[in-house]
């Protein structure tokens, strides 16, 4: 099973909020995951982005690739 660190959309119309999430490559977007590793939530000003380290590295540990998107939120939360 291939794993993917990505995101999903969470909120209602116009008003995005994502989890940062651990799942299947085969799962659809919005659809079941493994584990919740974090979140971010463009809207807010700053922007704000949390990430559970000890969750993050357990699965980049196991191999799971994140997303590009996903990648340059990581660089964005390390430098801040």
Do not use: C
């Not at 990505?6 to 995005?16: C, E, H, N």
């Not at 085969?26 to 000890?54: C, N, S, W």
């Amino acid at each position: 099973m291939a794993v993917k660190i990505r995101l999903t959309r969470m909120g209602r119309k116009k008003k995005p909020f994502y989890r940062i999430v651990a799942a299947n490559t085969k799962a659809p977007r919005d659809g079941k995951f493994l584990e919740i590793v974090g979140t971010y939530d463009p809207m807010q000003e700053p922007v704000v982005i949390t990430i559970h380290q000890e969750k993050l590295q357990n699965w980049l540990d196991q191999g799971a690739q994140p997303s590009t998107t996903v990648k340059s939120l990581l660089k964005k939360a390390v430098s801040a």
